[in-house]
């Protein structure tokens, strides 16, 4: 008997990518496109799909792992919506809808970053333990945690990128949060607050930049704050940003400093190498948190 074919949605604010896979080393077939308006590009989704269903057989089940906010309540009328998201042309968007229209599949529908965390527990830098923090640095900052084969979801989802930070004095930036301007780890370290703030993209900035002294400190002040609330066992960064891979050691360092040897864990305690990591996962861990969405629903 063939193994179940799994459709995987990775639905982000410029880029959606879409797979069919048996697993996540079998990836049948995988298409990139852009995000334009909900309608263009959903029928560019579906139209993907069908082709690789008529090529490898059909699905037995469909993961959507997006950006958001989007509603994860089952019993709402806007379930499986895209909500007020700052995408303008996506607002209040029935992304899961208008797939079921075309694919009569079970679906499981969580954020990308939710996603990330699953996958990266499941498959990636987690594997080894039960809980996994998954933080992304770039366009924005956001946040999903899971433990076990759960992700975490409650009065919405968890948006960890607007924990409030302390801004340092030598730093006069007014912040880009639209609603906390200076006041969230979004408003001060996102990829678009870096931009902004010293006039070019992160990556164009050298690594002994007094930029990355900034980043390192709110980076840490926020991973604080998620530690002692979530305990996760793993801490995966990953996003645009976080390609700046010289990030790491300091920001362990910063984060032990910060929690001021409160925490007794050994983890932490013995130099965080393997606790504070970019994704195993790499840039897959999107869509292949879609995939565990999609297999988990199956
Ligand atoms: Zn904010």
Redesign the pocket.
């Known amino acids: 008997m063939s193994s179940p074919i799994y459709g995987a949605i990775e639905a982000g604010g410029t880029k959606f990518v879409v797979a069919l896979a048996t697993g996540p080393n079998e990836i049948l077939a995988r298409t990139t496109l852009p995000t334009a308006t909900p309608p263009e590009t959903l029928a560019a989704v579906v139209a993907f799909l069908n082709q690789a269903e008529d090529k490898h057989g059909k699905l037995s089940s469909l993961g959507v792992a997006s950006f958001g906010p989007i509603d994860l309540h089952l019993e709402s009328p806007t379930y499986g919506y895209i909500t007020s998201t700052p995408k303008a042309a996506w607002t209040q968007t029935n992304i899961l809808g208008v797939l079921k229209e075309s694919f009569s599949v079970p679906m499981g529908f969580d954020t990308d970053v939710n996603g990330a965390a699953l996958a990266e527990c499941r498959w990636g830098a987690a594997q080894s333990v039960d809980s996994c923090l998954y933080i992304t640095v770039g366009t924005g900052i956001g946040g999903g945690f899971a433990c076990g084969s759960r992700t975490l979801q409650g009065l919405v989802h968890p948006e960890m990128?607007?924990v409030r930070i302390q801004q340092l004095p030598q730093d006069e930036f007014p912040g880009v949060?639209p609603?906390?301007q200076n006041a969230?780890v979004?408003?001060l370290a996102s990829g678009p607050a870096l931009e902004k703030r010293w006039g070019c993209p992160g990556h164009e900035l050298p690594p002994e930049h007094e930029a990355w002294t900034l980043q390192v400190d709110y980076l840490a002040q926020a991973l604080v704050n998620m530690i002692v609330v979530l305990s996760p066992e793993c801490v995966v960064l990953g996003g645009g940003v976080m390609k700046q891979s010289h990030l790491f050691p300091p920001l362990r360092i910063r984060v032990q400093e910060l929690l001021n040897g409160y925490l007794e864990a050994p983890q932490i305690l013995e130099e965080n190498q393997d606790y504070i990591v970019p994704p195993l996962l790499g840039d897959n861990a999107g869509l292949l948190g879609a995939l565990t969405l999609g297999m988990d629903a199956g």
């Open positions: 990128g607007h949060c609603f906390h969230c979004e408003g």
